[in-house]
């Protein structure tokens, strides 16, 4: 990517995500603004990943981040397409699939928390592919 395009990417993205949600229908604003938002957060982390030092452990953490909003993005896109009940206090994703998928998500925020080391220097590069 041109970083002289990075000015006008990331216009077109907030841009996106915050003037598209009043096409939907108002009872449905809500879930299409949370779809934009995670589309916008992965197009975001995208960038990120494509320029920030090549470390495993940001990589590892930007994927997970990314999976995190895919799911986000999945979910509010099939729920606009065909709506489902969803419990009082269930996410959208956990009523889909009918168990708690945050119980999984902050157990791996637990492990690579863990693991992400903290020294100066201890975070190492990417191999080369």
């Given amino acids: 990517m041109s970083r002289a395009a990075l000015p006008l990417l990331l216009l077109l993205i907030g841009a996106t995500r915050h003037y598209l949600w009043p096409l939907w229908p108002a009872e449905l604003r809500g879930v299409a603004s949370k779809m934009l938002g995670a589309c916008a957060a992965i197009c975001l982390l995208s960038i990120i990943s494509s320029m920030a030092p090549q470390s495993v452990w940001i990589q590892r953490v930007v994927t997970w981040y990314a999976i995190e909003e895919g799911m986000a993005a999945g979910c509010s896109g099939a729920y ?12 959208m994703c956990s009523a889909l699939v009918g168990f708690d998928l945050g119980a999984a998500g902050i157990l791996v925020v637990a492990v690579l928390a863990c693991l992400i080391p903290v020294r100066p ?9």
């Fill in 80 to 91: 606009l397409i065909e709506p489902w009940p969803i419990p009082e206090g269930a996410s």
């Fill in 121 to 129: 220097n201890s975070i190492e590069k990417r191999p080369k592919a």
